[in-house]
């Protein structure tokens, strides 16, 4: 899980210059678990408050392998097009909020949202995990 944070603290550096974070160390971990039926939707939450910076990726069951689903690095948020085997995805507006449609079995997995907060104390940084099962009708 560290390569990610250092990926996502590396590639946002420009953008960010100026933002401090002050205990890198202080990093909060939010689980959740969701289920939904094939063919179904889903919305997966990535807090409350839109962070500055986002990136959801997803791991199959099974593997280690963290693939990008989308992101939104301050200039607008952006779908990949690897995830379509998971169902139709798409971001709500001015949120962070995914939601998939049309659910395929492969979506079962784990989603993972890593948050970049600006706050008035420096940076936050926050994990949202959701374990989702896709289940036949």
């Given at each position: ?5 250092c990926f996502l ?129």
């Amino acid at each position: 899980m560290t390569p990610y944070v250092c990926f996502l603290l590396c590639c946002l550096a420009l953008p960010l210059q100026g933002l401090e974070i002050f205990d890198p160390e202080e990093v909060e971990y939010i689980r959740f678990n969701a289920t939904a039926t094939l063919g179904g939707s889903v919305t997966l939450d990535c807090g409350s408050v839109m962070p500055a910076i986002y990136i959801w990726g997803f791991t199959k069951p099974g593997t280690d392998n963290n693939v990008a689903v989308a992101h939104n690095y301050g200039q607008g948020p952006k779908v990949q097009s690897q995830s379509s085997s998971l169902g139709s995805i798409k971001l709500q507006v001015n949120t962070s909020t995914l939601v998939i449609e049309e659910l395929q079995k492969e979506a079962t997995g784990m989603y993972t949202c890593q948050a970049l907060y600006d706050t008035d104390k420096g940076a936050r940084i926050t994990f949202y995990f959701t374990r989702l099962e896709v289940e036949d009708e």
